[in-house]
């Protein structure tokens, strides 16, 4: 399997990690800002949308990072990332396409002005960082509910996505909450195969 995007994307590293732990080994090809670009004829024919990552596993294109990590996971049959029984595999979507849509968009404007470079207001920066604070509180008090992981007492896919992005919340250049329940929550997280790789890698 080839996966196409640089590894400086945070929605790369969730796959190589969601790979790591799954014992796969993944071609990677660097694509993106700095490496050649997703907007390219080739690379559009995969993703007309231009982003990264692409999998290609044969035949078989994929694209959007969450949509490969449970691909990799139902391909490998590995229920205890991606559970098989209904409900509790709902309970881990649900806190993957939080993290997708509700906490994506709540740090956006802050992270692309601070650590990118792009124009921002300074209103519009300071919004966002205090939204991305509260949609973190959530996180904690999911966490400190469950005792163990976000969507319950076992470790998850949902653990895979929202651990990147905790990274990333802890890492920012912002005025940050304090979240006991997250920072145990990473703790317990840094011994996986991939979390020094992939997590808690120095990258933003």
């Given amino acids: ?4 995007g640089r590894l400086t994307s945070i929605n790369v590293r969730k796959v190589m990690w969601t790979a790591a732990l799954l014992g ?6 660097d694509w993106g800002a700095g490496f050649r670009s997703p907007r390219e004829p080739e690379y559009l024919a995969m993703n007309p949308n231009g982003l990264i990552p692409v999998l290609v596993d044969g035949d078989f294109v994929l694209w959007e990072s969450n949509a490969i990590c449970r691909y990799l996971a139902n391909r490998q049959g ?3 990332l991606l559970p098989a029984e209904a409900q509790a595999r709902a309970r881990v979507e649900q806190w993957m396409d939080w993290q997708a849509g509700e906490l994506n968009n709540a740090w956006r404007t802050a992270f692309t002005a601070l650590v990118r470079g792009q124009p921002a207001t300074p209103e519009a ?3 966002s960082v205090d939204s991305w604070n509260r949609h973190m509180a959530l996180l904690d008090r999911q966490l400190a509910a469950t005792g163990a992981f976000a969507a319950g007492p076992d470790f998850t896919l ?3 996505v929202l651990g990147l992005s905790a990274q990333r919340w802890k890492n920012a250049p912002i005025e940050r909450v304090e979240l006991p329940a997250v920072e145990a929550w990473l703790r317990r997280m840094a011994g996986r195969p991939g979390f020094a790789d992939y997590v808690d890698n120095g990258m933003p």
């Fill in 1 to 4: 399997m080839k996966l196409l």
């Fill in 24 to 29: 796969l080994e993944l071609d990677r090809e």
């Fill in 125 to 127: 920066i300071a919004a």
């Fill in 78 to 80: 590995a229920t205890t």
């Fill in 158 to 160: 949902a653990d895979v």
